[in-house]
C-alpha cells in the first residue's frame, strides 16, 4: 500500500499512537509505502515550534523519519501545483489541503491519511481514499 | 552432624546446534526457531568475528534501527496535547481558507 500523509498523521505518530506507530514499522519493514508532503511538513514544523520545541530537534525528527526505510518526502512538482489548483476549485478546499490531495493523487497513493473533514466531498466523488480513526 | 540437603537444581539450559547451508551469494540463513526466539527481522544487522579457524561468532549488532531511534526520540520530548493541537490547526486551515 502507498499511503499519503496529512500532517494529522504525523501528530498521531508524536501522540504515541499504536496505529499510526505500527504503520511506519510496517514502512521500515519494507511493506508499505509512507509519502509525506512538504506542506504537510512545513505544517507540523510551524506547530512543534509553536510548542517550543527547538530547531535542533525539529531537524532530528524529520531527518529520523526520513531514514526510515519507506518514507519519503514528496516536492511539489509543477504537476502537482496545477492539480492542487484545479483540486482547490474543485471541491473548495484550501489550498494547503489540495496540495496535500494533489500530492497524494499524483504519487499514486491508495490512501490519504487524514482526519481532515474538509476531504469528504473529495471523497464523497471518488477522487481519493481518505482515512483516519 | 549437620545434615547437607542439595538444592533441586535446574538442568543448565542445553546448547542447541544448528547447521546451514551457505547459499550461491555466500548468505546464511538463520533458522526460524531461531529468528522467532530473538525476534531477529530483515534488515537487522550482525557483527561476525572469526574466532578461530573455522569457528565463527555470529552477533546481533546493538545499533538501533531508525525507526527504533525515532520512536524514542519521539517518547523523550516533553509531552504535548496533540489532540488540542490537531483541532488547533483544523482552525488556522479554515481561518486562512476563509
Keep these: 500500500m502507498r499511503f499519503c500523509t496529512d500532517t494529522w498523521f504525523l501528530m498521531k505518530i508524536f501522540a504515541n499512537d499504536q496505529k499510526a506507530r505500527d504503520l511506519v514499522r510496517r514502512a521500515d519493514e519494507g511493506k508499505d509505502w509512507i509519502l509525506i508532503p512538504l506542506i504537510a ?16 530537534k ?14 519519503k ?9 496545477n492539480e ?5 476549485l474543485s471541491y473548495k478546499l484550501s489550498l494547503l489541503d489540495a496540495f496535500v490531495a494533489a500530492t497524494a493523487k499524483n504519487t499514486g497513493c491508495d490512501v490519504l491519511l487524514s482526519a481532515d ?15 483516519s480513526w | 552432624m549437620e545434615q547437607v540437603t542439595l538444592s533441586k537444581k535446574k538442568d543448565p539450559p542445553r546448547l542447541k546446534i544448528y547447521k546451514v547451508k551457505l547459499g550461491k551469494k555466500g548468505q546464511l540463513t538463520v533458522p526460524k526457531k531461531i529468528r522467532d526466539v530473538y ?17 565463527l561468532l555470529i552477533k546481533k549488532s546493538v545499533e538501533k534501527r531508525p525507526v527504533d531511534h525515532l520512536f524514542e526520540f519521539i517518547d523523550s520530548l516533553p509531552p504535548i496535547d496533540w489532540d488540542k493541537a490537531w483541532e488547533e ?8 481558507h476563509r
Excluded at chain 1, 518526502?73 to 501545483?81: L, Q, T, V
Excluded at chain 2, 490547526?89 to 486562512?96: A, F, G, I, V
Aim: aromatic share 8%; no cysteine.
Design chain 1, 117 to 131: 473533514s474538509d476531504y469528504r466531498l473529495i471523497m464523497k466523488q471518488k477522487y481519493l481514499k481518505v482515512q
Design chain 2, 89 to 96: 490547526m483544523l482552525e488556522d486551515r479554515k481561518k486562512e
Design chain 2, 39 to 55: 525476534k531477529l527481522k530483515e534488515k537487522d544487522t550482525f557483527i561476525l568475528t572469526l574466532v578461530s579457524e573455522g569457528e
Design chain 1, 58 to 71: 525539529i531537524n532530528e525528527f524529520f531527518n529520523d523519519i526520513e531514514r526510515v526505510e519507506k518514507v
Design chain 1, 73 to 81: 518526502m514528496i516536492y511539489p512538482s509543477k504537476e502537482i501545483a
Design chain 1, 84 to 88: 492542487a489548483a484545479k483540486v482547490s
Design chain 1, 41 to 56: 511538513f512545513a505544517e507540523m514544523t510551524k506547530k512543534m515550534m509553536m510548542e517550543g520545541i527547538s530547531q535542533l
